[in-house]
């Protein structure tokens, strides 16, 4: 199970946390993502990382801007997300990518995903 939390409401260039809880089978946890969609807007690539090594990726739009990571102890995955810009607002999920794909940025891959989080960024 994922249990996303930490969206809200902020101003333009603000910043803010989101965690996602991970419980259940985290032995078949290899990589994990956030994807967000915004309003009539499909559901979209924001960032990865994988659970042993910790290598990241991110889609352009967020690059430099936000950061993936994640607590093996505490079985949590983050993004810290800074200069939050009004294109950012949308649902956000974290998800758990299938331990049998290799395809990181394809919302496809991913098997289990948490209820999501709504972030909205006023300019």
């Known amino acids: 199970q994922l249990q996303a939390s930490g969206g809200g409401l902020v101003q333009a260039g603000d910043s803010l946390r989101l965690s996602c809880a991970v419980s259940?089978?985290?032995?078949?946890?290899?990589?994990m993502g956030w994807f967000r969609q915004a309003s009539g807007k499909e559901r979209e690539f924001v960032a990865a990382?994988?659970?042993?090594?910790?290598?990241?990726y991110y889609a352009d739009s967020v690059k430099d801007r936000f950061a993936i990571s994640r607590d093996n102890a505490k079985n949590t995955l983050y993004l810290q997300m800074d200069r939050l810009k009004p294109e950012d607002t949308a649902v956000y999920y974290c998800?758990?990518?299938?331990?049998?794909?290799?395809?990181?940025?394809?919302?496809?891959?991913?098997?289990?995903w948490g209820q999501g989080t709504q972030v909205t960024v006023s300019s």
């Open positions: 998800a758990r990518r299938s331990p049998q794909s290799s395809v990181i940025r394809n919302a496809m891959a991913y098997d289990y």
């Open positions: 259940g089978d985290t032995l078949s946890t290899l990589a």
């Open positions: 990382i994988t659970w042993i090594h910790g290598t990241e």
